[in-house]
Nanobody
Framework: QVQLVESGGGLVQPGGSLRLSCAAS????????MRWYRQAPGKERELVAE????????NYAASVKGRFTISRDNAKNTVTLQMNSLKPEDTAVYYC?????????WGQGTQVTVSS
């Protein structure tokens, strides 16, 4: 079955960097676009970044454009989110996501806290 396992979250000071990774299994990874979402306390889950199946096309939320970079390694079945110039408002649980037809699959999430 589909499994998505995130790692790399933690506590970082404003202006710092973190690198999130998502290890995928249970499906043909190279056939599917991948996404990172985040959910802050009291807010709805929002799309942060997405990458096409071959890694050629990417899209970002306006709030992270220029600071975050999504990438993938189809040989290792991993998708990564490099987060630079982090701000307190980036604090959230970050989730890896993929979709098969109309079914969404999620990882367990990894907490990112940006605070001094």
């Amino acid at each position: 079955q589909v499994q998505l396992v995130e790692s790399g979250g933690g506590l970082v000071q404003p202006g710092g960097s973190l690198r999130l990774s998502c290890a995928a299994s249970g499906f043909t990874f190279s056939n599917y676009a991948m996404r990172w979402y985040r959910q802050a306390p009291g807010k709805e889950r929002e799309l942060v970044a997405e990458i096409s199946s071959a890694g050629i096309s990417t899209n970002y939320a306006a709030s992270v454009k220029g600071r975050f970079t999504i990438s993938r390694d189809n040989a290792k079945n991993t998708v990564t989110l490099q987060m630079n110039s982090l701000k307190p408002e980036d604090t959230a649980v970050y989730y890896c996501n993929m979709r098969i037809y109309w079914t969404d699959y999620w990882g367990q999430g990894t907490q990112v806290t940006v605070s001094s």
